[in-house]
């Protein structure tokens, strides 16, 4: 081990780069759909031996520095390049409008989300210390960094670090206790600390008994953690509340979708689906269909809102995903809305999203762009409006639901109202402009550790997948798979206890950054003895 230490840490250059790319996209692997998360003790390991070696090899604070940004940036290029890959898919719906834009989107997209991990491991630099200091010191700057990640430039919470501890049901349950962004702090300590045991040779960084303690106490932590989770599950609630869904999944072809000629069908689909099954509608209360379901705004087309009132039973509703049209002091406004439309035909209930997505529904210097030739990718001239929120959507039948239209519900802190806590997580999204890749897996599996932070249920509805039920413990009950063209009937679970995570989530953040905090003033107060 410190044989391959010394070689890490003394490559240069572009052999480097290469390597600290390849380890930074070798990290994908941890997340859905593979889950293969022990990868990330050789990814994050290794990192450490990199930044050793700019530790070792430079003399002057600010060259470490410099070094250590370097090597941070290039390990999340390769990070964000292999875990977001399936963005350039959506500029392949529209080839000959968007292709062009690939080879910039999946440069400046890694590249700038890279930027987060360049901070973090030059900050880490200006605190590095021998044996587990240089741990902590990485842990804290990469828990700091994700968090900022999630929140800078409205943010882009997808695929933190803590996510690579959660692949297995029973590990998803500690996310009730400290939340996604807490578990990021703990991912970079358990797996970079046994690396950290060793060090390149004339270092002077390899650590002692502290460091392989710190090592062997995270770990069976880890299998103390999974243990916990299962009997968490093993005692969970199974009960329902009673209130029947109905989730519709049309798979419709994002390449067709917005045709004109097509409208008319897919409305029609939609319809037919909403109304299969050899009992229909009976005992159904609540129907959804996904996000945009329907390629015009349904909220004034008034034949399509009769239509729908004439197949729904009295006392059913149906939500759906649509685009609105709100004229505002003369001027037009488009959102990216959820109708609740009743038995008669009636809107009687909406939300506007909040959380637009950069290039996908509105452009940064959106004028100026448009005036290039440059749009976004869902065509909206001068781009979607944002809606005002979180707040709560009055569903007849239903208790209150928090709704989340496609990628809101991967902002961990911000997909509930902080006065009044709703009795499920509704989300719909379009997922169909990712295709079959890992994008839509990576989503799913986020909505599902939504679940378990909140203590809630989650009832999804995806154009082409992956549809769900979730249980407030993060379990499947039912589920429509990727590509897939049918309709779920499944009973809305009950609301979990209130974790540890919506009583005292920031608290127990800034407590897990304390303990680390601490950990490394330990080291630099008394640093541990070396092995012999």
């Not at 022990?38 to 290794?46: A, D, E, M, Q, R």
């Not at 605190?127 to 990469?142: E, K, N, S, Y």
């Not at 749009?375 to 929120?389: A, D, I, K």
């Not at 549809?467 to 809305?492: F, M, P």
């Amino acid at each position: 081990m410190t044989r391959a230490a010394t070689w890490v840490a003394g490559l240069r250059g572009a052999p480097r780069a290469v390597f600290a790319v390849l380890i930074g996209a070798v990290s994908a692997l941890a997340f859905a759909p593979v889950h293969a998360w022990p990868v990330l003790f050789l990814t994050f390991g290794p990192l450490i031996w990199l930044l050793d070696g700019c530790h070792a090899q430079r003399t002057s604070l600010s060259q470490r520095v410099k070094c250590a940004g370097i090597i941070g940036f290039w390990f999340g290029f390769g990070y964000f390049l292999a875990g977001l890959y399936w963005i350039a898919e959506a500029f392949l719906v529209e080839p000959l409008r968007h292709g062009w834009l690939i080879p910039f989107v999946m440069t400046a997209m890694p590249g700038g989300m890279a930027l987060f991990f360049a901070a973090a491991c030059a900050f880490a630099m200006l605190f590095w210390l021998p044996g587990a200091g240089r741990v902590f010191a990485l842990a804290v700057a990469i828990g700091l960094a994700e968090f900022a990640r999630g929140h800078v430039l409205t943010g882009f919470p997808w695929n933190l670090v803590g996510y690579g501890l959660l692949g297995t049901l029973p590990l998803m349950q500690l996310a009730a206790l400290f939340g996604v962004y807490a578990l990021s702090l703990l991912a970079v300590l358990l797996f970079a600390s046994p690396f950290a045991i060793f060090a390149p040779r004339e270092s002077g960084l390899r650590g002692g008994t502290g460091t392989a303690a710190l090592a062997v106490f995270l770990v069976l932590l880890l299998g103390l953690g999974y243990g916990w989770g299962e009997r968490r599950l093993a005692a969970a609630d199974t009960a329902g509340t009673g209130i029947r869904l109905r989730i519709v999944q049309a798979n419709i072809d994002q390449a067709n979708k917005w045709a004109p000629e097509n409208s008319a069908e897919i409305f029609t689909d939609y319809l037919d689906l909403t109304k299969s099954g050899a009992a229909g509608l009976d005992g159904i209360d609540i129907v959804i269909w996904p996000e945009t379901a329907v390629p015009f705004p349904l909220a004034d087309s008034p034949d399509a809102l009769l239509a729908i009132g004439a197949v729904l039973p009295d006392g059913t509703s149906l939500v759906v995903g649509s685009g609105r049209i709100v004229e505002d002091a003369g001027a037009e406004r488009i959102y990216n809305s959820l109708l609740v439309v009743d038995d008669q035909g009636r809107v009687i209930g909406s939300y506007d999203k909040i959380h637009l997505v950069p290039f996908g529904e509105y452009l940064p210097f959106q004028d100026f762009l448009e005036s290039l030739g440059i749009m976004q990718l869902t065509g909206v001239r001068g781009g979607f409006s944002p809606g005002t929120g979180p707040r709560l959507l009055a569903i007849p039948r239903a208790p209150p639901a928090s709704p989340l239209i496609c990628y809101e519900i991967i902002f961990p802190d911000e997909v509930t109202e902080k006065a009044a806590r709703p009795g499920w997580l509704l989300n719909v999204t379009n997922d169909a402009w990712f295709g079959s890749s890992a994008g839509p897996y990576q989503h799913f599996h986020q909505a599902q550790v939504r679940a378990i932070e909140q203590g809630l249920p989650v009832a999804r509805a995806a154009n082409t997948g992956i549809s769900a039920v979730i249980d407030a413990y993060g379990r499947i009950l039912a589920e429509i798979g990727l590509g897939e063209r049918g309709v779920i009937d499944a009973e809305l679970p009950k609301v979990g206890p209130p974790t540890p995570f919506v009583q005292f989530g920031m608290v127990l953040e800034i407590s897990l950054l304390a303990l680390a905090i601490a950990g490394w003033l330990a080291c630099r107060v008394q640093p541990f003895r070396p092995y012999r």
